[in-house]
């Protein structure tokens, strides 16, 4: 999928404090979500990923729109790097609200997607049942994967596929094009995930997006973003940032330089490298070596 960044617009933004600026070439919303309504249309369950630390930011808006109304799985993936305390509020408020029901994974654990197979199962069995009870033959229930840009559409495929083993040939009348992967059973995948298009009207939404990876990095500012990011861990976990990067103390939001000074990424010169705190930071967080991290809680939605 292709963005289009403005340079300059970037540059005019930033100076309004506005680090991200993506914008999808005219249709290609429209384009994209189209072809997720025909995957769909393929399947009885919809598997939905999102990104455990940003459970708002990183799910789509309107997923009704593009599931024809197939059940729904929610998978709050990267979970092993997600603040455990708050997971299980997020799947509570998911089920009030939503109505659907979700999971929590790290997409490497065969637990989890051993959960993962079984809830899918369980959401997919009405579907068999009515088949049969209409005279039709028992068959496993297809499932697919839909989710933004690096949630971890491709690591929960692969582990699916390595438990399933078995290749299932295209079908006939379905799709030419769609492979099919037999994970057990009861259930098979399309190999492929369906890549939901991303809206990013929301500033404070893209950033966070930016902070996951999900957006490309020529859309935004490493070191905007990395700034944005050291504010809300100052704000959300202030102790998690002082151990971190060895702060004294976190009395005060602590700047790039400040931490670059800390660890001693200077330049030749002798001054703090701030690109280099600005990269690793984000790679820091992406990776949850800061820590288990969480950046939205449901208590601040429902302030
Ligand atoms: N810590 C952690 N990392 C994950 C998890 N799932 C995926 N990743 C990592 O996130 C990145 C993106 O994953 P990928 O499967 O390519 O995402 P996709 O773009 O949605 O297909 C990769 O570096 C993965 O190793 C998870 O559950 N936990
Ligand atoms: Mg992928």
């Given at each position: 999928?292709?963005?289009?960044?403005?340079?300059?617009?970037?540059?005019?933004?930033?100076?309004?404090?506005?680090?991200?600026?993506?914008?999808?070439?005219?249709?290609?919303?429209?384009?994209?979500?189209?072809?997720?309504?025909?995957?769909?249309?393929?399947?009885?369950?919809?598997?939905?990923?999102?990104?455990?630390?940003?459970?708002?930011?990183?799910?789509?808006?309107?997923?009704?729109?593009?599931?024809?109304?197939?059940?729904?799985?929610?998978?709050?993936n990267k979970a092993d790097i997600a603040d455990p305390a708050l997971t299980p509020q997020w799947m509570s408020y998911i089920k009030e609200t939503i109505g659907i029901p979700s999971i929590a994974t790290s997409a490497s654990s065969s637990k989890d997607l051993s959960v993962l197979i079984k809830e899918a199962v369980q959401l997919g069995k009405p579907k068999i049942?009515?088949?049969?009870?209409?005279?039709?033959?028992?068959?496993?229930?297809?499932?697919?994967?839909?989710?933004?840009?690096?949630?971890?559409?491709?690591?929960?495929?692969?582990?699916?596929?390595?438990?399933?083993?078995?290749?299932?040939?295209?079908?006939?009348?379905?799709?030419?094009?769609?492979?099919?992967?037999?994970?057990?059973?009861?259930?098979?995948?399309?190999?492929?995930?369906?890549?939901?298009?991303?809206?990013?009207?929301?500033?404070?939404?893209?950033?966070?997006?930016?902070?996951?990876?999900?957006?490309?990095?020529?859309?935004?500012?490493?070191?905007?973003i990395s700034k944005v990011l050291v504010g809300l861990l100052y704000e959300k976990y202030p102790n998690y940032l002082k151990q971190h990067y060895k702060l004294d103390e976190v009395v005060e939001l602590p700047g790039l330089e400040d931490i670059a000074l800390s660890r001693k990424w200077l330049k030749p010169g002798g001054e703090p490298d701030t690109e280099r705190s600005a990269a690793v930071i984000l790679s820091d967080f992406r990776t949850g070596r800061i820590g288990k991290i969480t950046l939205e809680s449901v208590a601040q939605i429902q302030d």
């Open positions: 999928m292709s963005v289009l960044v403005r340079q300059q617009d970037l540059k005019k933004k930033q100076e309004n404090k506005i680090m991200v600026n993506i914008h999808w070439y005219p249709g290609h919303i429209a384009k994209a979500e189209k072809k997720l309504r025909e995957q769909s249309n393929l399947v009885d369950v919809i598997l939905e990923i999102i990104d455990a630390r940003i459970p708002i930011s990183s799910r789509y808006d309107n997923p009704d729109k593009i599931t024809n109304q197939k059940p729904r799985l929610l998978v709050l049942d009515s088949l049969v009870a209409k005279g039709m033959r028992s068959r496993a229930i297809r499932a697919m994967v839909v989710g933004m840009p690096n949630v971890g559409k491709s690591s929960i495929i692969n582990k699916l596929i390595r438990k399933g083993k078995a290749k299932v040939g295209p079908k006939a009348g379905v799709t030419r094009t769609a492979q099919w992967v037999r994970v057990n059973p009861k259930l098979e995948l399309l190999d492929t995930p369906g890549i939901i298009p991303m809206r990013l009207e929301d500033q404070s939404r893209a950033e966070k997006l930016a902070m996951v990876n999900s957006i490309s990095e020529n859309a935004y500012d490493q070191v905007e």
